[in-house]
């Protein structure tokens, strides 16, 4: 049994996420801004905490984080303003990590996205470069640290069913997509997996088994 922190923890992915984990026998906390959300996380077995990520520093993250074995970070600004894009998917994103470091929680999992990287080669006037630029900073500070990292490089989300099945690595390609289902069911799997430690692993749906696909 492990103690999971779920940052952004109403997400689709998170809302998934949580109920694998508590099904299995995992403590988590999902951590959420609104305490109106509190219901929704209740209903997949995971403790709510109402904490700002994006608010808080790194001491204050780290007392959240405080007893946690892992924590992933599926949180996001969600587009729309670049000022805010930044402040929660870079700089909040780097104060968890160091917060985790502080707080003993050594395991980090970071959902990403499929083709993130400081090498994004997403132009400056697209409306996608402060989300490409804030992910790639991120993922390569995490790289940088001494945590316990894996990062997650789903391709287009879908709400379909989840398969259970993945298809990793390659190129993307226009029209490949991954549903939550099977994002939330890799995020599980990952932290199941000593062998996921320090791996970026892009995926989109596909035939191989999960747990098959990972190894």
């Not at 892992?70 to 990590?97: C, E, L, Y």
């Not at 490409?132 to 993922?139: R, V, Y």
């Amino acid at each position: 049994m492990a103690q999971v922190a779920i940052i952004g923890g109403h997400g689709k992915i998170a809302l998934r996420l949580a109920k694998i984990l508590s099904d299995r026998g995992d403590q988590v906390t999902s951590i959420i801004r609104n305490e109106a959300q509190s219901d929704d996380v209740e209903a997949t077995g995971a403790t709510p905490l109402v904490a700002d990520v994006e608010a808080l520093d790194t001491a204050g993250l780290a007392s959240v984080l405080a007893g946690q074995d892992a924590v992933v970070w599926s949180a996001g600004a969600g587009g729309g303003n670049p000022d805010r894009t930044f402040a929660v998917d870079r700089d909040a994103a780097i104060r968890s990590m160091d917060a985790a470091a502080s707080a003993g929680a050594s395991r980090y999992v970071m959902v990403s996205y499929f083709g993130a990287g400081t090498d994004h080669g997403v132009p400056e006037d697209n409306s996608f470069y402060p989300y490409a630029q804030a992910k790639g900073e991120a993922d390569a500070y995490l790289q940088g640290t001494e945590l316990q990292w894996t990062i997650l490089g789903p391709s287009k989300l879908t709400d379909g069913p989840g398969t259970g099945r993945i298809a990793v690595g390659g190129d993307r390609a226009s029209g490949d997509e991954v549903s939550r289902d099977n994002v939330a069911g890799v995020a599980a799997a990952v932290l199941a997996d000593p062998a996921t430690v320090r791996r970026t692993i892009e995926f989109n749906d596909g035939e191989t088994p999960i747990a098959d696909a990972l190894s």
